[in-house]
């Protein structure tokens, strides 16, 4: 009994060692079990005292238990508050975090609309040939529309795609109508100043279906529900134009979305701001990439552009000279 009651109070540290001791005394072969199985060899006269005795060391220990118990937790309560306490007057180092490029994250706003009007995602390589580029564009060698695209040659003739088009040839020659694509991407011109970059992005379009299916009115719709979506409540005026590719063929402006066509800088006191490059696929196209008897419609935009309306960027060029200052505004 001294013995509990001493490793009770003195020497169990943890609710732990204070559950085994419980055990030793109340377990099913604790001492107290014991001592009660004993009763029944205990001699008739003696057995109430021994009785009594047992069950004053059972309440007095399970007394000493209980209170020992509350201390315990208490103990280990603040033992944990402590080890685990956080000191919230720490200086703390800022974290800088990144931000997408305003170019990178217009891409993505213009893919994610596409996307979700169940257009499939279409890649192709930067280094192109002359087939892909031009010729089964409707360009042919030697055609004076060529000089439209200032192009970069590799000494194999090979060159730098100069626009996003050719990945429509590899997608129709790769696939069979009907076909709903776009064609995110980097593309090169030799061209530098304060609106042309060598290296911008563009992100086209294409539509194919079997039949007359699809029409210059389909692609007039379209575009302005993408436009209205990009840029808010927008005039959308198509201007008749030219595309090898493409005919018809239509540049697209929406209305001055800096003055609101009272005429500004921007627009050149025009009242509108060019956006798009677009047209019905030229028969010449289909025929070079085999398909009969098939209608459709493209686009292509200069993600640039967008960028810079959207987000009033005057200049192009601060686009590609990581100035962390510029940067930094688009977290
Ligand atoms: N490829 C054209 C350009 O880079 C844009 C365009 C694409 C126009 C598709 C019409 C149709 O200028």
Known sequence: MEEFVNRIKNECQTLADLEKIRVEIFGKKGILSEGFAKLKYIP??????????????????????ETRKSELSELEVALK???????????????????????????????EYFMLQNFSLETGPLIEDDFHNFEALNLPK??????????????DFRLLRTH????????????????????????????MDLTHTPMFHQVEGLIVEDGD???????????????????????????????????????????????????????????????????????????????KNVSGYAFGLG???FAMLLHRVPDLRSLFEGDLRLMEQFK
């Open 44 to 65: 008739e006269d003696e057995k109430k005292e021994f009785a009594a005795l047992l069950n004053k060391q059972r309440d007095e220990l399970g007394a000493l238990i």
């Open 81 to 111: 508050m402590k080890s685990e306490a956080v000191d919230v007057t720490l200086f703390n180092e800022p974290i800088s975090t990144g931000a997408l490029h305003p170019v990178m994250a217009t891409m993505d706003r213009i893919i």
């Open 142 to 155: 030697y055609h004076p529309a060529r000089d439209m695209q200032d192009t970069f040659y590799l000494n």
């Open 164 to 191: 996003t088009s050719p990945v429509q040839v590899r997608t129709m020659l790769a696939n069979k109508p009907p076909i709903r694509m776009i064609a995110p991407g980097t593309v090169f011109r030799r061209d």
């Open 213 to 291: 299916k699809v029409s210059f009115a389909n692609l007039k719709s379209m575009l302005e529900q993408f436009l209205k979506h990009m840029f808010g409540d927008v005039k959308v005026r198509f201007r008749p134009s030219f595309f090898p590719f493409t005919e018809p063929s239509a540049e697209v402006d929406i209305s001055c979305i800096f003055c609101q066509q009272e005429g500004c800088r921007v627009c050149k006191h025009t009242g509108w701001l060019e956006v798009l490059g677009c047209g019905v696929v030229d028969p010449n196209v289909f025929k070079a990439v085999g398909y």
């Open 303 to 305: 993600v640039e552009r």
